[in-house]
């Protein structure tokens, strides 16, 4: 036990591992992802329903929705792509989560909604081609290594139509500031959301201060199973993921902030890129 955590506690290198599958796919913690997102008062997983209701206002505004293709990446539940369908666009749903899917599909089908839904992983399936808009809300950018990124850039590129439009949103640096090194161990860590029945849970958290990157790194203990969990979160200067974009083939429209649409003044707040080719 002590190795195990003397490992624990020592600083891996950045993306040296990556676990988030497990987030999205294992049935009890997708269940309890899925129960974030549709938390009304809470950002854990997803914006309260008021604040994805403004960002896709901004968005409709700016770049119109109407007849629209749209793909919406990491689209969870449906919580954004049924907004867009309801404003007219025709959307494609993409994410890995069985259980988000399932719950997406049922949500449009109620409403008789434009909108497929495909369960993937945008970074190795094919995406949809022909597109207007691709989405990519609510930080899942910062979850990325810069190869990963590279990738799906690449990706994204091939999906639009000429002249068609890129919006993704990144945590800021400032935000990167509030966030502090520690360490947290307990019996059912986080009210038993890692495992229906018993277990003890640590949880270490590293900074690297020279990359803005934070991990949360998880050690389960089950009766008969041990798993560790890394949970790695990029945060952007927003000229530098501008930059970035430039770079892999992208023209920069505007960077604003994600929840209005506003131009971006730097705070300790999310900011939105808006893109084109």
Same mark, same amino acid.
Not at 158 to 175: I, W
Not at 221 to 224: M, V
């Given at each position: %036990?002590? #190795?195990?955590?003397k490992v624990l506690n020592e600083r891996p290198k950045p993306f040296s591992r990556y676990t988030a599958e497990e987030?999205?796919?294992? +049935?009890? =913690?997708?269940?309890r992802m899925l129960a974030f997102h549709l938390d009304a008062d809470g950002d854990v997983a997803s914006r309260r329903p008021a604040l994805i209701e403004g960002i896709v206002d901004w =968005?409709? @505004? !700016?770049?119109? /929705?109407?007849? @629209?293709?749209?793909?919406? /990446?990491?689209?969870? +539940?449906?919580l954004y792509s049924a907004r867009m369908a309801r404003r007219g666009a025709h959307v494609t749903g993409v994410d890995f989560s069985p259980r988000s899917i399932d719950y997406a599909s049922e949500l449009v089908r109620q409403e008789s909604l434009a909108v497929d839904f495909i369960q993937g992983d945008y970074l190795k399936d094919a995406l949809p081609k022909n597109q207007d808009l691709v989405c990519l809300i609510y930080g899942d950018i910062c979850a990325l290594s810069p190869d990963q990124r !590279? #990738? /799906?850039?690449?990706?994204v590129r091939? *999906?639009?139509? *000429?002249?068609?439009?890129?919006?993704?949103?990144?945590? *800021?640096?400032?935000?990167y500031e509030l @966030?502090? &090194?520690?360490?947290?161990? *307990? @019996? !059912?860590? %986080?009210?038993g959301f890692w495992a229906e029945g018993d277990y003890f849970g640590f949880q270490t958290t590293f900074l690297y201060d020279d990359l803005k990157l934070a991990l949360d790194r998880y050690l389960i =203990? &089950? +009766?008969?199973r041990t798993r560790e969990v890394f949970n790695w979160l990029q945060y952007f200067d927003d000229s530098a993921l501008a930059e970035e974009l430039t770079q892999n083939g992208f023209d920069v429209v505007q960077v604003v902030d994600a929840l209005s649409g506003e131009p971006w003044k730097i705070s300790p707040h999310e900011f939105a890129i808006i893109a084109s080719i």
């Open positions: %036990m002590f #190795q195990t955590l987030l999205w796919t294992d +049935p009890h =913690i997708s269940a =968005i409709d @505004r !700016r770049l119109g /929705l109407t007849d @629209r293709a749209v793909c919406d /990446l990491g689209c969870g +539940p449906g !590279r #990738q /799906l850039f690449g990706k091939a *999906s639009l139509n *000429s002249g068609g439009h890129f919006v993704l949103d990144a945590f *800021s640096n400032p935000q @966030r502090k &090194e520690g360490a947290a161990y *307990s @019996r !059912r860590l %986080m009210d =203990i &089950e +009766p008969h």
